[in-house]
Structure formats: C-alpha cells, structure tokens
C-alpha cells in the first residue's frame, strides 16, 4: 500500500516536515491512503460491526431498516470526512489532533449504534455524530482560510454541515420518531453539498488516484465481516457438518464479490473516473461516491446472511434473515450497477452483466422458503457464474484492466 512523503514518520531530521503547516489542495500525482487514515476506518468498521450483531438478535422486516438507515448515517460521516482529506489533507499536528478526535467521536457511534433507534443508544449516538460534524466543519474553516481559490466550493460544504448540525441538535430533544426524520433531512442536506459543488463551484477536483483506494479500503474491511461471520458460524454450531459445508458456500459468495468489485466492476469504474477529459465537471466522480452506498450496504447485510445460513442450514430461518442473504447480494449488484454505470456516464456498460443478476437474486430469494442449504448453493453457483463471465467481458474490453 502506498503512502506519502508526508506520512514517513521515520525519515531523517533533515526531512521531517512543519509541525503545523497550513492546509493545501492535493494534486500530486502519487498518494496513496495513510496509517492515520486506515486508523481512522477501524472504529467505522466496529459500528458496522455493532449493527450486524444488534441485527442478528432482531431478524424482523424493522431491524433490517434500521440497520440500514444507520449504517446509511455512518458510511456519509465516513464519506465526508474522506472526500475532506481526498482534497485538503495536510497530515500535521493539528489536522492528526482533530481526526483522532473524529476517531473518537465514531467510537462513540459504535458503542451505541445496536440502541441508536427507539432506546437509550439515541442521544449518544447523535452526540457521537454531531461530534464529527463539528469537526469536520472546523477543518472546512482552516481549509476555507488558507486556501482562498476555493473558497465558493467550501462555503457550500460549510452551508450543508452547519444546517446539518442544527438539524441534528434539534433532532435530540425531540420525540421518536421525529428524531429520525430530522435525521434523515440533515443527511439529505449534506448529501446535497458535492452536486452543488460540482454545478456552481468552481472546479475544485478530486484525487483520483486517492479516492478508488480510499473505497476499496472501506468495502474490504466492510467485506470482512462476511468472513467473520463464517467464523462464528462454525464455531458457534460446534462444527456441524451441513453448517459447515453452508459456510463454506458462504465464504465463496463473499470471495466472488470481492473478485466482482477489486478485479472487475469496481476496476472498471476506476479507470472510467481516471479519464480526466471526461470526468471534470460531469458529475461522475459524484456518482462514483453516492454509488458506494448500496453496495458497501449490500455488503453488511451479506455477512449478516451469511451468518444466518450457517447457523440455520436446514431451516428456522425468518423471512428476514433469508433476505439478509439474498437481499445483500442484490444490493451489491445494484450498487456496482451504479458505480459503474455513473462513473462511465454510460448505462448501457452494466448490461448485461452484472445487472441481469438483479432479477436473478431477486427471483430466488422469493422462492427461498424451505431449504436455505440449497439456495446457498444456487448463490455460490451463480456468484461463480457472475466471476467467470464479468472477467471475461473485462479481458475483452479495451479499458485499462489494472486492478483497483
């Protein structure tokens, strides 16, 4: 993995860098994510990792939204604090400080995530968000000050995050389910802030080589909770052999995914936002992030089915848990669907593959209600299929197949 000057924590005296240096816009051509970074993303994955546990004690059609929508209002904190650093990053004292802070304040997301809806976890959780808000706004103003170019753009995401941390305040003394509207309206506000920067900003790019690392990271550690759910699968049904054969199954479904996004679809579209001629000012970079979001959710929700189907291989499965599985797999479909089609500003390259896989899972979650065993077959089977054909169509493409 590759770092950058600036993170070499142990050149010489002659080499070290400013305590504090004021922030800049990074355009350098290699960067690549930092340890504060990767440090950064743990405490994301232990709330993805809260909500599969929280989710796995409450399989109903209610804990699968709520686990959606929370981890909906964690992937943006984690996005937005990540498109700040794609940009402004400056790795000194001070930026180090207020990042761990953020670290900080996710971890306080985490330890309340499994109660942030309807019980006590609501107002730490909140908190906890509201936190990383505030300072990711304090660094927008450092930022907003030294770097006056791109002062219209940061105003925009100054304007979005200052609405959102009144919305949120609000949100905390009122009532459920107010509080979760309020929410739900202070996410679509930021949300707002990279379309409005795109179409009336001035042109302030993005790091494309930074950001496909940055997300890559973030679903494989995201996809690493399809493996530990194999893990706890076997050892909590005492090695039993339909549980393991079924998690066996399972670990090949989240193995096919990471081959469809790392080698395949997400390879794909990283080349696509890459072709600076194109991308400028188009919105794709855009739907290259937003495109994130199912497919890092759809992801969740797989270890969660995963787990499911380990631990109840010939049956007992509610209509949720089924779904968590064959759900999730739709849902990583559908988001490749959108960050490949959005990248490349062309719908018609995720036809037929990998879209036709939609139906597909769709139709057999639908007509999986007796024998989870065998549909894990039909899922490794056809995950297999979508592998095969996806590097196929990718070595017979003229783009660029480096990997992301």
Not at 88 to 101: E, G, I, M, S
Not at 198 to 203: A, E, L, R, S
Not at 270 to 286: H, L, N
Request: proline share 4%; charged share 15%; net charge negative.
């Amino acid at each position: 993995m590759a770092t950058t000057p600036d993170d070499d924590t142990d050149a010489g005296a002659d080499q070290r860098t400013p305590l504090v240096r004021p922030p800049k816009l990074r355009t350098e051509a290699d960067r690549g994510a930092t340890r504060l970074e990767l440090f950064f993303d743990l405490a994301y994955v232990l709330v993805v990792h809260q909500l599969a546990l929280a989710l796995k004690d409450d399989l109903r059609w209610q804990g699968i939204a709520e686990f959606a929508g929370i981890f909906a209002v964690t992937w943006w904190s984690w996005v937005t604090t990540t498109l700040y650093a794609n940009r402004f990053d400056t790795n000194d004292v001070l930026y180090r400080l207020l990042k761990l802070a953020a670290t900080f304040a996710v971890a306080v997301m985490a330890a309340s995530a499994a109660t942030a809806v309807g019980s006590d976890g609501t107002v730490a959780f909140g908190a906890g968000y509201i936190a990383t808000r505030v300072i990711l706004a304090g660094l927008y103003l450092r930022a907003r000050r030294h770097i006056p170019d791109v002062r219209v753009t940061i105003d925009l995401y100054l304007a979005a995050t200052g609405v959102s941390i009144v919305i949120w305040t609000v949100s905390l003394l009122t009532p459920s389910p107010i509080t979760y509207l309020l929410w739900a309206v202070g996410i679509m506000v930021e949300a707002a802030a990279p379309f409005a920067a795109t179409h009336w900003g001035p042109d302030v790019p993005l790091h494309l080589e930074h950001l496909p690392e940055r997300f890559g990271l973030f679903v494989i550690l995201v996809l690493g909770e399809s493996i530990s759910a194999v893990v706890l699968g076997m050892h909590d049904t005492h090695w039993m052999f339909s549980s393991v054969a079924v998690a066996a199954l399972g670990f090949t479904i989240a193995a096919a995914v990471w081959w469809m996004y790392f080698d395949i679809g997400g390879a794909e579209a990283k080349t696509e936002i890459q072709d600076d001629e194109r991308v400028v000012g188009s919105g794709r970079a855009d739907g290259y992030v937003y495109g994130h979001l199912p497919l890092t959710l759809g992801v969740a929700l797989l270890g969660v089915g995963i787990q499911q189907y380990v631990l109840h291989p010939v049956g007992e499965l509610t209509d949720a848990g089924r779904w968590a599985l064959s759900g999730g797999v739709a849902l990583f479909v559908v988001g490749i669907c959108a960050v490949l089609g959005w990248s490349s500003g062309d719908w018609r390259t995720v036809f037929p593959w990998p879209a036709l896989a939609i139906p597909v899972v769709v139709v057999l979650g639908l007509v999986d209600t007796r024998l989870p065993f065998a549909s894990a077959i039909v899922l490794a089977v056809g995950a297999i299929t979508a592998v095969v054909t996806g590097v196929i169509r990718r070595r017979r493409s003229p783009v660029d197949t480096t990997e992301t």
